[in-house]
Structures are given as C-alpha cells and as structure tokens.
C-alpha cells in the first residue's frame, strides 16, 4: 500500500486481534452485525491450523496491515488484510480479511468479518 494506514483501520485491527487472542469470537459477532463469518466458523479457522493466537509485537502496526480502498462507494470503505501473530509460527500464515467502513469513531463504524485463512 502507498498510502498511509488510517488511524481508524489500525485501532479496528487492535480491537479485533485482541478480541482473536481473548478467543471472545461470540463478540466478533456481535461486533460485525453477524456480517461474515459465523462463530463457529472463526474458531474452527484457529483450531483446524493448531495454534495459539497472541498479540502481535507493537512494531506490526501499521507496516503488516494491507490496506486498499474500495472504489464505487457511497462512503470511505476498504478492505484490510493482516497476518495473525502465534506462539508457534511467531508470524502466522494464517490471515483474516476484513471490509471496513468510515465512521465517526475510533474504530470503523461497519465491518465485515470476511474470511480466516491460510495464505
């Protein structure tokens, strides 16, 4: 990315990684609007890869976070994309993908939980 990660995109990531190593999945949930992946489906994601999700070094914000504005839309929106950090793998190839939209607080008003996967 050329351009520089929004304040907003780095302090929806913190929040959702942290929420990921809480293992609060029922949150993310709740947090997205049910938009995208399924509790069930997010813990699987991390169980199926065997491994334990941790906070990820403060050097990681912003540089590991991929960030691409979505043109043809009403509002701000972009898609982000960033490793999850593990005690097994240190940085992981496991990768969550997430649609965010501007608001007016510190973290994105609207966010899609897209996919959990293995790059």
Known sequence: MDEEVPQQIVNTVRKMISLLVEKRYSEIVSWTNGNGYPEDQIAAAIVDHDVTVVYPPDSFYPSQIDVVRIDNTCSQE????????TIEEGESDLSVELTCTQGDGLVCANIDFDTIHVL
Do not use: G, K, R
């Open 78 to 85: 972009w898609s982000v994309a960033f490793p999850l950090w």
